[in-house]
């Protein structure tokens, strides 16, 4: 039952994953340009479900955190230009899409919301799963919940900042993490080299399992980079923060400086040393990495679109 599950949960990943490739090659080719009379919108007769009335549709508050929350209740997702012309709504049929907050669903671009809008025609008809749609559930986090708390989103940040992943270096003296150590130096040290170079700081490497500490400037420099951030960008480095263990590696994505796959590559360093030395576990490291590119890829595509006109 246990390896049921986990390849269930595999195959829904990699779907997904695959869906934030063709999401990012779609939204490239999108013509943003493109008239919002254009896009079709489906007019029906309403049901007589609680949670949808005949203009608008918003999804429970357990949508960030459930695995399914209802049936597949539409026909087609679309989107249009938002009423007062500021931004891009998602349509389900004839229905508005709102937030789990019952806030109206207002996106800055269309690529964006062309990519959301995608999330929700993937559903199948037995069950909306929000575990599929991390696009839907980063631009409710944007809208509702980093406008309320910027400051403790930003605390906890810095808080974990001094441990950073990349900061953290296998002892070279230990034929066990030897080999872990040499990668660090190949794959690792160029980061911290941009590091110094963006910030004008020269971080400091620990070997400790308790850290250590950053000089302040550079703590101080990395806190303005967050303040200054707007929304759906801090919104996106936080995300990629959590599945990362690092907020260097996110800062440096925001600044141009890596990309997904490199990103990816430092962030499993050390685990990928070990499944080469002992082996892959089949229903765990495979779901872990299926995982981990769904939520940095995903959280890549929303920073990149939600630039976009």
Not at 66 to 75: A, D, L
Not at 181 to 191: F, G, H, L, T, W
Not at 212 to 227: I, N, P, S, W
Request: aromatic residues 6%; glycine residues 6%.
């Amino acid at each position: 039952m246990a390896t049921t599950l986990a390849a269930r949960r595999l195959l829904l990943l990699q779907r997904c994953a695959a869906g934030r490739r063709l999401l990012a090659t779609a939204a490239e080719a999108s013509p943003l340009g493109k008239d919002a009379s254009d896009d079709a919108i489906y007019v029906g007769k309403p049901l007589s479900v609680a949670t949808r009335d005949e203009t608008s549709v918003a999804m429970p508050m357990s949508f960030m955190t459930g695995s399914v929350v209802g049936k597949r209740f539409y026909r087609d997702a679309t989107v249009r230009r938002a009423d007062d012309g500021n931004g891009w709504t998602v349509m389900l049929d004839y229905r508005t899409l709102k937030t789990p907050a019952k806030r109206q669903l207002k996106l800055h671009s269309r690529a964006l919301a062309v990519a959301v809008a995608a999330e929700w025609e993937f559903q199948e008809q037995d069950g909306i799963r929000p575990f599929t749609m991390p696009l839907m559930k980063l631009a409710c986090t944007a809208l509702e919940r980093v406008p309320l708390t910027r400051a403790k989103i930003i605390n906890n940040l810095m808080q974990r900042f001094h441990q950073d992943l990349v900061f953290c270096r296998s002892p070279a003296d230990d034929e066990l993490t030897k080999g872990v150590y040499e990668k660090q130096k190949e794959k690792i040290d160029p980061i911290l080299d941009w590091v110094n170079t963006e910030f004008g700081v020269k971080p400091v490497v620990y070997t400790s399992f308790l850290g250590g500490k950053q000089d302040e400037r550079l703590a101080k420099a990395v806190e303005t980079v967050l303040k200054d951030a707007n929304d759906r960008e801090l919104a996106s480095i936080d995300a990629m923060a959590s599945a990362a263990h690092s907020l260097v590696i996110p800062l440096a994505i925001f600044r141009g400086r890596l990309g997904v796959e490199e990103s990816i590559e430092l962030i499993r360093l050390e685990e990928d040393h070990q499944v080469d030395k002992w082996g892959l576990v089949e229903g765990g490291h495979d779901v872990d990495i299926a995982d981990l590119k769904v939520q940095m890829s995903s959280a890549v595509v929303f920073l990149h679109l939600s630039r976009r006109q």
